[in-house]
């Protein structure tokens, strides 16, 4: 299971198309809101981000950012994390902000 976890995480740092910035805080995921066009998550423990995004428990993305593969696998671990109760850390950008002014996911997710 760990050599899954791995592949996962080395083709999503491979296959994003930004440049991450740095690792958010380490924290279960609370509640997801998921839209045809992007998506919000509400997760603990979140450093506040250097972009002056809102709120510091809170990361979305555009799901244009990604191509379809990278998309399937996002969806993947974080319906995984959400659903398992796993706690995730994720790379935010320290210079952009994403969808409703939240910190912007950059595709990097990891299982502590």
């Keep these: 299971m760990k050599k899954n976890k791995l592949f996962i995480v080395i083709v999503l740092l491979l296959l994003s198309e930004t440049a991450y910035s ?16 992007y998506a ?12 002056g995004c809102q709120d510091s428990k809170v990361w979305s ?7 379809a593969a990278t998309q399937a696998r ?3 671990m974080l319906l995984t994390a ?3 109760q ?3 850390q ?3 950008s320290d210079s952009t902000c994403g969808p409703e002014g939240k910190k912007d996911f950059t595709g990097y997710i990891q299982f502590p």
Excluded: H
């Design 40 to 51: 919000v998550v509400v997760q603990g423990r979140s450093s506040p981000g250097q972009a």
């Design 61 to 67: 993305f555009y799901w244009s950012k990604f191509d």
């Design 74 to 76: 996002i969806q993947s």
């Design 86 to 88: 796993l706690p995730i």
């Design 22 to 37: 740095g690792w958010n805080g380490v924290g279960v995921i609370e509640v997801m809101y998921i839209y045809p066009s």
């Design 82 to 84: 959400y659903t398992a």
């Design 90 to 92: 994720v790379v935010v």
